[in-house]
């Protein structure tokens, strides 16, 4: 078995929408419409604001890390002790605005990482990767 | 999107238990001590560590004489894997709804 480096390290989710990228935007930042597609929240935009996805099984804790209006968003997602983190990166293309979600594993020992980079996920992924090979 | 094995997440949060772990897929079946020696903690630490790994079903610990040989079991992985592919699905569905927000926000 393979298993994709990139696949499992992060999960990614791209689409095109027919729609400009201020709606797509805001759809993205305002609560009440977030709620609509995503989840009921707290969220506001607004470095370090911490907030709450209510899930029909339980909270996701979050916490805002990066704003680049009209741009990008990053949060922090954290359910069932995994944290994650989530970002969103919008661009303006000829039909509308591509929308692209990327969410990456395990931020959280990043910071305290036991030997930086190399005890990190994405190394951990590809001896993953190589030792399910020999299965 | 239900993380079925919270415990295995858990377990390979902490850098230095993942670090035993990957050493355990590299280098095969290893005694407490070997694997303190790479592990730069304590060998207290590193039975500790492996009580978790143990308990999360990554690793399984078989009596040599006088010591216990641990050897890593990769295919408790999979619900690692598995987890990716949920929130893969989690995220189109999600866009799928944002579509429709979007139609509506236009009208």
Known sequence: MTVGQSRTQTVVVE????????????????????????????????????????????????????????????????????????????????????????????????????????????????????????? | MMLQNDNLFKSLGDPTRRRVFEHLCLEGDQTVRALTERAGVSQPAVSKHLV??????????????????????SDALRPLIEWADQMTSFWEARFDRLDDVLKRMDQ
């Not at chain 1, 729609?19 to 993205?28: C, F």
């Not at chain 1, 899930?55 to 069932?80: H, N």
């Not at chain 2, 308990?55 to 040989?69: F, I, M, S, Y």
Request: proline fraction near 2%; hydrophobic fraction near 40%.
């Open chain 1, 15 to 135: 689409r095109d929408f027919a729609h400009p990228l201020e709606r797509v935007w805001r759809a993205l930042t305002q609560p009440e419409l977030m709620e609509d597609w995503l989840m009921k929240s707290d969220f506001r935009l607004e470095i370090d604001h911490r907030f709450h996805f209510q899930a029909e099984w339980g909270e996701i804790d979050c916490k805002v890390m990066e704003i680049e209006p009209q741009r990008s968003l990053t949060y922090t997602w954290s359910a069932f002790d995994v944290e994650t983190v989530v970002t969103f990166t919008l661009e303006q293309i000829e039909t509308g605005t591509r929308l692209r979600m990327e969410q990456s594993g395990f931020h959280a020992d990043q910071k305290h990482a036991f030997r930086g980079a190399e005890s990190g996920w994405a190394a951990f992924f590809h001896i993953l990767e190589q030792t399910l090979e020999n299965y």
């Open chain 2, 52 to 73: 978790v790994l143990k308990e999360a079903g990554l690793v399984v610990g078989k009596q040599r004489g006088r010591e216990t040989l641990y050897s890593a079991r």
